[in-house]
């Protein structure tokens, strides 16, 4: 089995960004033929100063590795250390009809949001399509919104191989973990870099992430007054770090009353603060030695071209080209 999942370096990463996709990615590779890259090839359609983009590929680079992506069980690389990707995205396109791009809400999503209506925003989709289909992948974990893209890559897979040849392309799965699909922010909304509502894994200090946290939106109940844990976002965050037994303890403490909202900011505070201590440590190692977080990225463009060849000499000569 093959698993496989990418994520754009655009800054820094929130508890969104952990749950959603890298701690699964991280479980994940145990099970399989783990490949995992930094989709900065897509970060060009938000990122365009190159001295950002390249310390943003190094941060996240840093920040997986930080987080438990094993270089010995996990391939691990840049996208755009292996073009074949972006050969392999013109092939796609046409197959790819006007109107399932049309339908893509992360479009609309990021033009309403101020960003150009690039023809790269627009391709997006198909650019995401050929990184997993370039790999034969079977198994993609991802938040949840990125369901409709996992939706579009089997689409254009199925076009595919509708046209040159059943079973050329593999047709692969969403992995969405029903529990952490979507992680709340501080306002309550889905947590996202661009809402301003994020909580970042890597807070610069324990005084930010306190004060991050004590951001999050609460109503005005009394102390003394019973609340109501359903949908709380410092309930549905707690529940991220702590066992279900800890869990029901909150939530009964928010039914009895008595107790204010600030001290179970605290609480859920030093969760996440304890939680990320030992990723912040070795963060901290691996920051000091970039030479060493190069030779994986390096090494990991090595390997998975060799697939990414195996697979682009197959489409080619499936569509009436020659290998290369
Ligand atoms: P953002 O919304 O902050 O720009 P991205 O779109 O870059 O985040 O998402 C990167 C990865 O993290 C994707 O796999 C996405 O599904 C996941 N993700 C982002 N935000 C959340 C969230 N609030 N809950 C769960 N997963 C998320
Ligand atoms: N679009 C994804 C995001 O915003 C990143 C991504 C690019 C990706 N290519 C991918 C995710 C392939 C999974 C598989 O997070």
Not at 128 to 134: E, G, R, S, T, Y
Not at 147 to 168: C, M, P, S, W
Request: hydrophobic letters at 40%; aromatic letters at 8%; one cysteine or more.
């Amino acid at each position: 089995m093959r698993i496989l999942s990418g994520i754009q370096p655009s800054g820094r990463l929130h508890i969104g960004n952990y749950f959603g996709m890298m701690e699964p990615s991280i479980q994940l590779q145990n099970e399989g033929d783990a490949f995992y890259f930094i989709a900065d090839y897509h970060a060009l359609t938000s990122t365009h100063d190159p001295a950002v983009l390249r310390e943003n590929v190094r941060n996240l680079a840093i920040d997986f590795l930080a987080c438990g992506l094993d270089p010995e069980k996990a391939v691990f690389w840049r996208q755009s250390d292996v073009p074949e990707v972006t050969e392999l995205t013109w092939l796609l396109s046409c197959v790819t009809p006007m109107g399932l791009l049309e339908r893509c809400v992360s479009y609309k999503d990021k033009t309403s949001q101020g960003f150009s209506p690039s023809h790269g925003l627009f391709a997006y989709p198909v650019l995401q399509a050929a990184d997993i289909l370039i790999f034969d992948s079977n198994v993609v974990p991802v938040g949840r919104d990125q369901k409709q893209h996992l939706e579009v890559t089997r689409d254009i897979a199925q076009k595919f191989n509708d046209r040159y040849g059943e079973g050329l392309l593999v047709i692969p799965d969403a992995r969405i973990r029903e529990e952490t699909a979507t992680v709340p922010g501080l306002d309550g909304r889905k947590m996202s870099k661009s809402y301003d509502n994020a909580i970042d894994i890597f807070e610069p200090t324990e005084k930010a992430l306190r004060k991050k946290i004590m951001r999050l939106v609460t109503d005005s109940t009394p102390v003394e007054e019973p609340k109501d844990p359903t949908n709380n976002p410092i309930v549905l965050l707690y529940r991220l770090f702590a066992s279900s037994d800890e869990v029901a303890e909150m939530e009964a403490s928010f039914r009895a009353g008595g107790v204010g909202y600030g001290a179970y900011k605290e609480q859920l505070f030093q969760r996440i603060r304890d939680y990320y201590a030992p990723m912040r440590e070795r963060r901290e190692q691996l920051a000091a030695d970039i030479a060493y977080v190069e030779d994986i990225l390096e090494e990991g463009a090595k390997k998975s071209r060799v697939k990414a060849r195996e697979v682009i000499n197959r489409v080619r000569e499936a569509v009436g080209m020659r290998a290369m």
